[in-house]
Structures are given as structure tokens and as C-alpha cells.
């Protein structure tokens, strides 16, 4: 499997080569760099990303995700509350911030995130809300 992530990082990395100003080519590679274990890589890209289209939440989740899985977890907050401001209605947002304050020990913080994506339909969030 990580073969097809090296294959994705060449082919993301010719489209930037063409296109250096596509914040998309940047993600889209930061995603395959953050499958691969390589967050560090993938937090400069997503970084990119966001340089380049700041209003974009999904860049700022992106970052999160690898933030958090580096245990940089106040970073992933912040990262997480950036994507939310821009779209509060995203459920998937707000449990993966629940996951976040859940890996810090914050049960109540993670709690009422869980609730909310809950009350907003994520199945997952119900599932997590019942370990708590």
C-alpha cells in the first residue's frame, strides 16, 4: 500500500511542479505523506496549503490530523477550531476534535463535541459518546 502513497507524493509533486499555486496539489500530497507516517512532510504541505488558501477548512483538519498524530494535541486544537470557524456545520469536524480533547484526557471537552456531532447525525460520534 505505501507504494501507491510514493506514487501519489511523484505524481503530486509533478502537478506542483506545473501548478505551484494549486493549494489542492499540496494536500492532496500531505495526505499521502500522512499515510505513510511522514507527518512531518505532511504538516509542510498542508502548511502550504493553507499559506495559499487560508479559508479553506479542510487544509486546517488535514494539519490537525497530523498534528495529533505527532501527540502535538494543543496544536491539533488549534488547528481543528480554525477549520470549524470556517465551517461550523461539519459534524466530522467536531468529532475529530472530540478524538483530539478525548486523547488529552479532556472527557468533558470531548464529550460535548462528540454531543453536538451526535445531535448532527455522526454515527461515530454516538459510538464514542457511549465510552465515555
Known amino acids: ?17 506545473l501548478d505551484p499555486n494549486n ?12 499515510m505513510k507516517g511522514s507527518y512531518n512532510q ?3 504541505d498542508h502548511t502550504r496549503a493553507i499559506q495559499l488558501d487560508p479559508n479553506n477548512p ?3 483538519y488535514e494539519r490537525g490530523n497530523s498534528y495529533h498524530n505527532k501527540g502535538n494535541y494543543e496544536r491539533a486544537i488549534a488547528d481543528k ?4 470557524d470556517l465551517a ?5 469536524l467536531l468529532y475529530s476534535r472530540g478524538v483530539t ?9 470531548a464529550r460535548q463535541d462528540f ?6 447525525g455522526h454515527s461515530e460520534a454516538k459510538a464514542e459518546l457511549a465510552k465515555l
Open 42 to 44: 505532511a504538516i509542510a
Open 88 to 92: 461550523p456545520s461539519r459534524a466530522f
Open 81 to 84: 477550531n480554525r477549520a470549524l
Open 23 to 34: 493549494p489542492d496539489y499540496y494536500c492532496e500530497r500531505g495526505k499521502s505523506y500522512f
Open 115 to 120: 454531543q453536538r456531532a451526535a445531535e448532527m
Open 58 to 60: 479542510d487544509y486546517y
Open 1 to 17: 500500500m505505501k507504494g501507491s502513497y510514493n506514487q501519489a507524493i511523484t505524481d503530486y509533486t509533478h502537478a506542483i511542479q
Open 101 to 109: 480533547y478525548k486523547a488529552m484526557e479532556n472527557a468533558s471537552a
